[in-house]
């Protein structure tokens, strides 16, 4: 019976660390993506596109497509950067467990 939650868990090690490298991929990439559309949002607009789009003038003044884009752009960008945060952390538990398995079939031998 110890061997086979020995292997489980082994098993539950490498698929954290494949999930993790999996997820810094995805953000990482979709990062580059929208921090790219930021800056043409910012290219098309100007500055003002970086102003938050609220109080007063919000309700006066109706929003350009730059504002929009650069809004939707920012959330998805740390949507993303959550996304690689989490990789991250599975990676580091995944090799935690990894380690912690290894040492412990060491102390064994």
Known sequence: MDRRRSTLVVVIGIALVALGL??????????????????????????PARLPFSGTPSILDPSTDAQLLYESATIKYEYYKVVLRGGLCFVAAGAVILVVIGARGRVRA
């Open 22 to 47: 999996a997820n810094i991929a995805v953000g990482w990439v979709k990062m580059d993506e929208w921090r790219d559309r930021k800056h043409e949002a910012v290219a098309a607009g100007g500055e």
